[in-house]
């Protein structure tokens, strides 16, 4: 609820308008603007009446924003948010970036081919597993922190930034000694309290979308993030579960994406690996997600797919990552909306 003053409104009506909200169990954050005062009270207190705060003095209207993600709301913060990175690199608004590299963190040497590969075609982020979710407990479950010493080893190398994934809110503390964007995975986006901690960490995050996350679920955990404090979020399209996975692991909303950038400020890239679960669809579903409006793209890629300890089927090897990165639309070598595409208009 947004409670607009009046502009003759004195500090003693702000004063008794704060005083009630709080007392209403609403927190608080007065914006004192040149001409007018703006309170905002965030809290789900739909008993409390609007009108017994209309009716004190020197408040002029009561906007109830509809949405309950009021953070990532785009009615709050019509501009795109945009995240500058150490080395400026930004993501959002008219900026794109690249998140590339295997799903597993395994050896360095074969890390760092697939970073100069990434560098070369002019990609802005390594990715790779260190901390691996993964469905059965026999599985290869990653290499932690030896993995984000090959991850910070290879940014040195070649200037790229890194993103890995975080399972557990206890280990950010030692992950950001390596790493520059934490990701949440699908498996944990509804995990409260990791959201929770990594909104408290102030890192820039890629959260994903969860496996069956509605649009609204999806947004609503961007916000317990940035409602902790963090605005830096750059939301992930990876594919939703759906009835038939024969040719495709998941089913990929691409509509999401405009209807994200309709609804919310912050930047949505799309990951057509985990999305598809095939190699062959990785070009055709990241020219889709361009063409849609997606601020970037997450590709996984490994020097040797075929030897992957995770996702070597959907994983594009380095000479097929630099064929297709090379057809993607670019400006400058940096990715850019398709030719001709509506995503302007999106908003
Ligand atoms: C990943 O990026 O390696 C991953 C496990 O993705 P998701 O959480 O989307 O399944
Ligand atoms: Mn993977």
Not at 95 to 100: D, H, I, M, S, T
Not at 118 to 145: H, I, N, V, W
Not at 288 to 309: S, Y
Request: net charge neutral; hydrophobic share 40%; aromatic share 6%.
């Amino acid at each position: 609820m947004i409670i607009v003053m009046e502009k003759k409104a004195t500090e003693e009506n702000i004063n008794k308008v704060c005083e009630r909200l709080t007392e209403y169990g609403f927190r608080i954050q007065v914006n004192r603007g040149e001409i007018i005062t703006v309170i905002e009270a965030f809290g789900d207190k739909t008993g409390v009446s609007q009108d017994r705060i209309s009716a004190l003095p020197g408040v002029k209207e009561i906007k109830v924003i509809r949405e309950p993600f009021r953070l990532a709301c785009r009615d709050r913060n019509p501009e795109d948010t945009v995240i500058t990175f150490k080395n400026g690199v930004k993501i959002g608004g008219n900026e794109k970036a690249a998140f590339v590299g295997p799903c597993s963190v395994e050896d360095y040497d074969g890390l760092l081919e697939v970073a100069v590969a990434a560098k070369e075609m002019q990609c802005e982020f390594l990715r790779g597993g260190a901390f691996k979710p993964r469905t059965s407990p026999y599985d290869f479950q990653g290499y932690e922190e030896k993995a984000l010493k090959y991850l910070k080893q290879a940014s040195e190398a070649t200037g790229l930034l890194t993103v890995t994934e975080v399972m557990d809110a206890d280990d950010i503390p030692m992950i950001s000694e390596y790493v520059d964007v934490l990701q949440v995975g699908a498996r944990n986006m509804q995990n409260f309290k990791l959201l929770t901690a990594v909104g408290k960490s102030g890192i820039p995050v890629i959260l994903k979308r969860g496996l069956c996350s509605t649009i609204t679920e999806f947004l609503l955990a961007a916000e317990y993030i940035m409602y902790n404090g963090n605005p830096n979020v750059i939301l992930c399209e990876r594919g939703i579960r759906s009835f038939d996975n024969k040719y495709t692991r998941n089913v990929v909303d691409i509509a999401a994406i405009p209807v994200i950038k309709k609804l919310s400020h912050l930047p949505i890239i799309l990951d057509p690996s985990h999305a598809t679960g095939q190699r062959y669809l990785i070009e055709p579903i990241s020219k889709a997600g361009l063409v849609v409006g997606a601020d970037g793209l997450m590709i996984e890629v490994h020097h040797n797919p075929e030897t992957a300890l995770s996702d070597g089927k959907q994983s594009l090897s380095i000479p097929e990552f630099k064929e297709i990165m090379a057809r993607l639309n670019t400006i400058n070598g940096r990715l850019a909306y398709e030719k001709n595409c509506l995503s302007a208009n999106v908003k």
